[in-house]
T-cell receptor
Framework: GAVVSQHPSWVICKSGTSVKIECRSL??????MFWYRQFPKQSLMLMAT?????????EQGVEKDKFLINHASLTLSTLTVTSAHPEDSSFYIC??????????????FGPGTRLTVT | EDKVVQSPLSLVVHEGDTVTLNCSYE??????LLWYKQEKKAPTFLFML????IEKKSGRLSSILDKKELSSILNITATQTGDSAIYLC?????????????FGKGTKLTVNP
């Protein structure tokens, strides 16, 4: 159990266009979803945290108008990179967490989306 | 500002060797520390450590947390080529009612046959 999927797995887009990435928890309801970005040879950097039905909380330095996050249901969150530029090219990974009755904290990662902006 | 430092950044060993990976952290309102293994794509969960001094084991992997020293180690004994990966340390912190994982840059482990 606890599988998270992302779609697409890779995408190439032209500068100035927008790209939407989906993150789904397949067999559990995710109370919270997280979006990370990972540049080559760098660690995962948290971009934003979203709870179902409420606005996402963005980390310092992340433009909320550029990276639109929608968390419409307990199994789906989307990240839209608007007016993409080459410097937005990166590996975007989502994760989903649920609170277990024993208060164990678990965060399950999706397989990631490789975005290349030309 | 939250800070996680992992060492070494890179390690090359031969099959059968034992390795120790280090993680030191400074985060706001520390709750627990998680270790992940990242191969080609997304990280996979290894351990979550909450209490100091209690070793968690899973096969050839083990990990322990030292809250006094703000550090953790991950040991892998009798390494195999399949252990080659980036190992990420992520303390969990809380701020303003929300929780997050703060990732280190990772240790890239290469196990040669």
């Amino acid at each position: 159990g606890a599988v998270v999927s992302q779609h697409p797995s890779w995408v190439i887009c032209k500068s100035g266009t927008s790209v939407k990435i989906e993150c789904r928890s397949l067999d559990f309801q995710a109370t919270t979803m997280f979006w990370y970005r990972q540049f080559p040879k760098q660690s995962l950097m948290l971009m934003a945290t979203s709870n179902e039905g409420s606005k996402a909380t963005y980390e310092q330095g992340v433009e909320k108008d550029k990276f639109l996050i929608n968390h419409a249901s307990l199994t789906l969150s989307t990240l839209t990179v608007t007016s993409a530029h080459p410097e937005d090219s990166s590996f975007y990974i989502c994760s989903a967490s649920r609170l277990r009755p024993d208060i164990t904290y678990e965060q399950y990662f999706g397989p990631g989306t490789r975005l290349t902006v030309t | 500002e939250d800070k996680v430092v992992q060492s070494p950044l890179s390690l090359v060993v031969h099959e059968g060797d034992t390795v120790t990976l280090n993680c030191s952290y400074e985060v706001t309102n520390f709750r627990s520390l998680l270790w992940y293994k990242q191969e080609k794509k997304a990280p996979t969960f290894l351990f979550m450590l909450t209490s100091s001094g209690i070793e968690k084991k899973s096969g050839r992997l083990s990990s322990i947390l030292d809250k006094k020293e703000l550090s953790s180690i991950l040991n892998i004994t009798a390494t195999q080529t399949g252990d080659s990966a980036i190992y990420l340390c992520a303390p969990r912190s809380t701020q303003g009612g929300s929780e997050k994982l703060v990732f280190g840059k990772g240790t890239k482990l290469t196990v040669n046959p």
